[in-house]
Each structure stands twice: as C-alpha cells, then as structure tokens.
C-alpha cells in the first residue's frame, strides 16, 4: 500500500496551495531567505502560509463541521482515502497534521522554472535534527515496502556540495540544515543547493519581475485583508518557455473563447506579469487574480470586450433574486462578428463567412452583424431560473429556463423587424421539426400599452401516451417581449413574463461605475435541479463511462454533497486601472457540532 503515499503528498500539497491562512503584507519578508535560494529564472512563484492558520480558521472548522461535508467525509466513496491515511499516519508514527506543521513553520514555498520546465519546493521544518529523523524514517519505509515486495531498492542516494539527498519515484528529497528541498530536476535541485552554500549567487527577490509584481501587489486591496496564500507568474517568460502556445496565439480559432474570454486571453499576451490572491473569512473565500492592464492593448480589434479606452462597464437589468444564475456583462457582439476577420485564424474564418450567409437568408437578407447585433447596446444580462411545470405530464429530462436580455438602440424600428425574424424563425422549426418528426409550435401574442410578447409552445399530441414523459423540446416555449427600449428573448414563455412584469418595477441598481462583468451563481438552486435530474444523470454516468448503476449513483451522490458544502459564487471582472477577476464562494454555515471521523 505504500505506492499510495506520493499520490496523497500530492493532495497535501493541493490543500497547502488552496486552504491556508495568516499572511500579511508586512510577512513578505519571512520567507526572504528560501526566496533568495530559488534562481532567478523562476517563472511562477506561489507562496503559502504555515499549515497551523489551516487547522486553526474558522472557514476550516465551518466546511468540515458541515452536515454536508459530514456525509461525504462517511461515505463509502471515501472510504478508501480514510484507509489511505490513516495506513500513512500509522508508517510515519504521527497524525498529517501535526506532521504539515512541522514541515511548514514559514509557510510553503514553490517555484515553476523556466529552462528545466521543473518544480522546486523549499519549506523549513520544525528543527534540523527532526527532519533528518523523519527523512530517514521515509527512506527506510520506502525500503522495506520494495523488499517486503521483492522489489529492487527504489531509494537513489547522492552527496553534492555536502548536501545529502534521496530520489524515490523520481522526486528528489534533500536537507538543508533545517529547511527541506523537494524538486523533480536534479539540475534544478543543484542551482538550489548552489545558492545555500554561496550566499553570493543572486536568487528570485533580486529579479525585477519579483520586485515589481510584490511591490505592486502589497498596495493591491486584497493583500490588505491578510491573504492566506498568493501566486505572481512572469508572463514573458511562460510565453517564451513555449508552454500554451494555444493561449498566446495572435489568431485563435475558438470563437467561443473569444466571446467569453476576449478581454482575458489579450491579457495574457500582452501582461509582463500576473498575480492571484487567496483569502479566507468564517464563512466564505476569496480568489483575486490581478495583472496590469493598460487601454493601449485593447483597442480596434478587442474593443468589443472592454469598450472605448477599456470603459465598457456592465448594467444589470434585472437582480439576481430567484434566479440559478445571471451574468451582466458588456460585450460588443456586432463589432465582434464584424472584425471576425483580423481576430480569427483562415479555419474559423471561413466557418463564420459561411454563418453569416446562412444567419443573413434566415434574417430576410438583414445583415447578422450590422443590422441585428448592431441593433442591441453592448450592455447584456443572461439569467437562468428553474422553470415549473404546470402539466402533469413533464418532460423527462427538466431544464432550466434562461434568457437574454438587452436594450434597443432604436426600438421603435426594430421591434417590428424582429417580431417578424421570430416568427420566420419559428416557422423554420417547424418545417425542420416535421421532417424530423418532431412536434409542431403554436404561436401566440400578448400586447399591452406597455409591453409586447411573441410566444410559441410545443403541442402535446393526445394521441401519444409519453410512458417516459415528454419529449426534451418540451422544455422550451421560445418568447420574444419588449417593454420600453428593452427586448427580452427568453426559453419559455413563463420567464418572459416574469421579466416583463419584473421590468415595470426596477428601480435604479447600485452598480459599481469599473464593473464589467458580474457573475451570481446559487449552488443550492443547481443541486436541487440536478437532483430532480438524477436518474437520467445516472443513466448518462453508465453510458458514458461504462460504470454500473452502483457506481454510477455514488459518482453523482458525490457530486450533490460537493454542491452542498457551497451556498453560492459571485464573480466580478473589471479592466480599469487593472485588470482584476474575483471569485468569492460562500460556504454553507455550521449545522453539525459533532466530530464525525473527520480528518
């Protein structure tokens, strides 16, 4: 069982990097002398704090004291890993715990380097004579696990510069004094071990990509909050080292990407460097990720994600109350489609040329670009709500409803010219669904002083028993609606007019004049729609992994005690000043006093 031990360091190492606590700004300097040790062409930095602010915060004690997390700490999915650890605790004569806050009394410090493509850790242990003892205990534990084995001895031991270290499984495991070296390069270990006995050789903290990205990071507003771990990459060179090529290419040829992440991936080929920030609080934890930004980058092709001289902010129509999920965000979709040309490669090119004319015949000879997408203001929301079911009958498969909701730029003229695209539109589903053989839609209208909307629902065949439910399109009753200068294109009929009567009642939203893009997701709501949709989950987890209905209904099980732990996540993205994305998570709150098994 012993071949289990470098898979579960791995995941210690995993939850050093993402559940720590306790670093200040002022701390940067404890850790100035590992610093120093790592060479200077470090590409990524990633700095944690000792293991104990983990066992000791709060956010710690609310996840694991969880109901949710209760049920999946003891259930028979974890059985393994509870066996796993407690056969290591027992080889190494001493709880995980105790033994990370030995091995971590300033915190974790791990560096990517450029030319070897290695790994290097550095952490100082609780003494030099109990990391000699407990190296050695390793040493003779991976020994006696090869001979009991009949095994040949998997241990390579070696002296360089009065340094002593030990490869097991490819990973080198040296002493300095009282500090631990870990790196999967030998030569990498060397330029280390370098650096300890010649003081002399300049390290990381004496580069300018160190300097600067540290200097600017401590006057970043979350490193004021007393972040628990953080992360500076030097982008020039992870652009240089040829590692994904894909996401610094000039022309990609994912237009999905470009879409969603526009802004983001211009980003990464222009920034010298960037940064992320972990935080924790009782009950919630926060990631920022951080890089300069500046409105030279963006401008002609990528104006479309951030807006003139990066000013495009987003304008949140409707709250995000009741819905799954809602995203409001600014995004220029015709100036997107129209410069498809100077940002995709020749491929993607000639895919979108032969889009648009199948788009423009759909839309009456209309231009896609110009005449439809330039109709709408680059402010747009996405929401997704759960949709009820008012028939008996349901559908097998029950989806969420979602829509799109924008603001005219001239209304008066295009509401009439897009009531007509939709109706032409739904009678193209119709034609396609009878040569499909699928069922037929009914349109429908409903006009106020003050609103409009255009509706087509699905007809129920009542010659046709359904003994597995209805069809999945019944799932979808597409709307179109206009109230005032807005124009909503929703999934079903139900949500538009749930938009359209929430619309006549929005007052004025406090949005924060930088934001660009924000981002709500309730998880309690998504587990709920995943559990009414579990045993077609199930079914799908058999068919497409081979699994057995068992194993298949305990992957999922798992899946919906993970979404438990979580309430909700919130994501903002701006790009002015800088360029910051942050994600908050907001756990679900203590329900259970007990201990449980826990770890």
């Known amino acids: ?99 990370a806050q030995y091995l971590s009394l300033e915190g974790v410090h791990l560096a990517i380097e450029e030319k070897t493509k290695g790994v290097v850790l550095l952490s100082k242990a609780r003494s030099n004579r109990w990391l000699k003892d407990y190296m050695a205990k390793i040493v003779s534990l991976a020994r006696n696990d ?32 009282d500090t631990l070296l870990v790196c999967n390069r030998g030569e990498l270990a060397k330029t280390v071990i370098d650096r300890f006995n010649e003081p002399s050789i300049s390290g990381l903290n004496s580069t300018d990509f160190y300097r600067n990205a540290t200097a600017d990071l401590q006057l970043h507003p979350a490193f004021q909050e007393s972040p628990i ?5 030097d982008v020039d060179a992870v652009r240089s080292s040829g590692i994904a090529k894909e996401l610094f290419s000039n022309k990609p040829r ?96 000639d895919q979108l040329a032969q889009a648009d004319n199948t788009l423009t015949t759909l839309f009456s000879g209309k231009d896609f670009g110009a005449d439809i997408l330039g109709a709408i203001e680059p402010q747009i929301q996405l929401l997704v709500r759960e949709q009820s079911f008012a028939n008996k009958l349901q559908p ?43 069922a037929q839609l009914d349109l429908d209208s409903a006009l106020t002083e003050s609103s409009k909307i255009y509706w087509a629902e699905y007809i129920v065949d009542a010659d046709k028993k359904y003994a597995n439910g209805l069809p999945i399109e019944f799932n979808f009753s597409p709307a179109l609606a206009f109230y005032d200068d807005k124009i909503v294109l929703a999934s079903s009929i139900h949500l538009a007019k749930e938009l359209v009567t929430e619309a006549s009642r929005l007052s004025p939203m406090n949005v924060k004049p930088t934001d660009h893009t924000v981002m709500t997701i309730d998880t309690v709501q998504v587990k709920r729609l995943l559990n009414d949709n579990r045993d077609q989950l199930i079914a799908q987890n058999m068919l497409e992994k081979g699994n057995s209905k068992k194993s298949a209904s305990r992957e ?14 919130d994501a903002r993205l701006v790009f002015d000043p800088r360029a910051d994305i942050e994600i908050e998570m907001r ?8 201990d449980g098994g826990n770890p």
Not at 229 to 233: D, G, H, K, L, S
Not at 308 to 322: K, M, N, R
């Open 254 to 349: 994912d237009f999905a990407a470009e879409l969603l992440l526009g802004g983001v991936l211009m980003l990464a080929k222009k920034t010298p460097w960037a940064a992320g920030i972990l935080t924790w609080e009782e009950n919630r934890a926060r990631m920022c990720v951080t890089s300069p930004s500046e409105k030279a980058w963006f401008r002609d092709k990528h104006e479309f994600y951030v807006g003139p001289e990066a000013s495009g902010t987003e304008v949140s129509a409707f709250p995000d109350h009741g819905s799954i999920a809602t995203l409001s965000t600014y995004r220029n979709l015709s100036e997107l489609w129209l410069r498809a040309g100077d940002l995709f490669n020749q491929n993607t090119n």
């Open 396 to 438: 097998s498969i029950r989806l969420p409803s979602f829509a799109f909701v924008g603001t005219l730029k001239h209304p008066e003229g295009m509401q009439r010219e897009l009531k007509r695209i939709f109706q032409s539109f739904v009678g193209f589903l119709n034609i396609v669904g009878a040569m499909e053989g699928r």
């Open 587 to 594: 756990f679900q709150a203590r329900t259970s006093d007990t």
């Open 146 to 177: 090869a001979t009991n084995k009949k095994q040949p001895d998997p241990v390579k031991q070696a002296i360089y510069r009065g340094v002593e270290g030990f490869e097991i499984n490819k990973v080198i495991f040296a002493q300095m004094d």
């Open 1 to 99: 069982m012993f071949h289990r031990i470098p898979s579960l360091l791995h995941w210690v190492a995993v939850v050093w990097i993402l559940l720590l606590s306790g670093l200040s700004a002022s701390q940067l300097a404890i850790g100035e002398e590992l610093i120093r040790l790592l060479p200077e062409s470090t590409m990524v930095y990633v700095h944690v704090s000792p293991a104990q602010n983990i066992l000791q915060h709060p956010l710690r004690k609310t996840i694991q004291d969880s109901e949710a997390f209760q049920e999946l700490w003891n259930s028979d999915e974890l059985k393994e890993l509870r066996g796993g650890i407690a056969f290591v605790e027992l080889l190494l004569g001493a709880k995980l715990e105790r033994l």
């Open 556 to 569: 999922v099980e798992t899946l919906l005690s993970l979404l438990s732990l979580i309430e909700q996540i």
């Open 229 to 233: 771990a953080w992360v500076i990459a």
